[in-house]
């Protein structure tokens, strides 16, 4: 599990984050002036990377969280069926399969680069090499 700490008091939106197991993006972070007896609280409201579930969570302001180190890799197809892809990668020349976005289908062929994200021992396609 390749993460680092960060601290909740610098988190902002567009951030990873680690909840509940899943790596997530914050989307939202809403702070709470400290009390007469305690700590100003964060309220994070963040979405699965991998899954897309939305996850809330509220930690006093000066905690750590966890932030997952994401690796940006480069693979070709080598082929194509249905939403899966089997894909190898351009550096280790290790052949996996990965699942093809719903905004991707139909513009995978094979021989393609694609740059593919390694987050907490998943992968995930992202886009195709040469495309913005």
Known sequence: MATKPISVGSLKPGRYVVIDGAACVVKSIQSSRPGKHGHAKSRIEAVGVIDGVKRIIIKPGHD???SPI???ETAQILSVSGD???VMDIKTYETFDLVIP???QGKIKDGQQVLYWEIMGSRMLKQIKGEQ
């Open 64 to 66: 750590n969280m966890d």
């Open 70 to 72: 994401i690796e940006k």
């Open 84 to 86: 899966m892809a089997n």
């Open 102 to 104: 719903e905004e991707l």
